[in-house]
């Protein structure tokens, strides 16, 4: 994604609508092997994917933000964290 498609991407235009359900927390925090450092997990994932080396892509639903060797996964229309992993 170029900069210009950046800045017209409707995931970082609505980067304050970005949240996760208890569940999404708990799954987030472990499979990105997250400590107790890291208080906010939603918070953390929303300066990961508001970086400029995140590499952002939409398939069907989903947005895919691909940045530090992890990938956050985001409903397209709820907005909701449904899963991150380690690449």
């Known amino acids: ?3 210009t498609e950046k800045s ?6 609505n980067l304050e609508k970005i949240h996760t359900t208890e569940m999404g927390v ?9 400590d107790s450092g890291v208080s906010d997990v939603v918070d953390f994932c ?3 994917i508001s970086t400029a080396e ?5 398939q069907g639903k989903n947005w895919y933000c691909e940045v530090d ?3 956050i996964t985001v ?6 964290i449904i899963t991150a992993h380690r690449m």
Do not use: E, P, V, W
């Not at 017209?8 to 235009?13: G, I, M, R, T």
């Not at 708990?26 to 997250?34: P, T, V």
């Not at 995140?54 to 939409?58: D, N, P, T």
């Open 46 to 48: 929303k300066k990961k």
């Open 69 to 71: 060797g992890m990938k």
């Open 75 to 80: 409903n397209a229309y709820s907005y909701t």
């Open 54 to 58: 995140c590499k952002i892509y939409r």
């Open 26 to 34: 708990d799954r987030i925090r472990k499979n990105l092997r997250l």
């Open 8 to 13: 017209n991407c409707d995931l970082l235009n």
């Open 1 to 3: 994604m170029n900069q």
